[in-house]
C-alpha cells in the first residue's frame, strides 16, 4: 500500500487561475506548471503537506500531450479532466488526498470522497 500523501492538480483550472496569457499556448501553460510542481514531490507544501508527496497532474483538451517528469506524473483525461480527478481520488481511498482546484463543483465530488481541497493560490506559498 502507498503511504505518500497524493496531491492532485486539476491542470486547466490552476494554469487558468492567472492571467499570463496562458490561452495562447495551453500546453506550454500546463508544462510550466507542471514543471513548478515537481520540487513538491520531495519538500512537500510545508506545513501542511510533509514530503514525501506523489505528484499528479491532471491535463486535457490542448495539453493532453504534456508529458510527465521527475516528480510529477501527468495524467491525460480522455474526456473531462474534472471526471478524471474524482477517479484518481476514488481509486486511493486509503491515502491521504490533497485536490488542488478552484472548481465548485469539483471540490464538492472529491470532498465527499474524503480528500481535502485546496485552491490554486495554495500552491504559490
Do not use: I
Not at 491542470?11 to 510550466?32: E, I, K, L, Q, Y
Not at 479532466?81 to 490533497?98: C, F, K, Y
Amino acid at each position: 500500500m502507498e503511504s505518500r500523501p497524493l496531491l492532485v492538480v486539476d491542470g486547466a483550472n490552476v494554469v487558468g487561475s492567472r492571467p499570463d496569457g496562458w490561452w495562447r499556448d495551453r500546453a506550454g501553460a500546463a508544462t510550466r506548471l507542471r514543471d513548478a510542481l515537481a520540487p513538491l514531490a520531495g519538500a512537500g507544501v510545508p506545513p501542511e503537506l510533509p514530503p514525501p508527496v506523489q505528484v499528479v497532474l491532471v491535463v486535457e483538451g490542448a495539453a493532453r500531450h504534456v508529458a510527465p517528469t521527475d516528480g510529477v506524473d501527468v495524467v491525460s483525461a480522455p474526456g473531462s479532466g474534472d471526471d478524471t480527478v474524482v477517479e484518481l481520488v476514488a481509486a486511493a481511498p486509503e491515502r491521504r488526498r490533497v485536490v488542488v482546484t478552484a472548481d465548485r463543483e469539483l471540490r464538492a465530488r472529491v470532498s465527499a470522497l474524503g480528500a481535502e481541497v485546496r485552491g490554486p493560490r495554495w500552491l504559490g506559498r
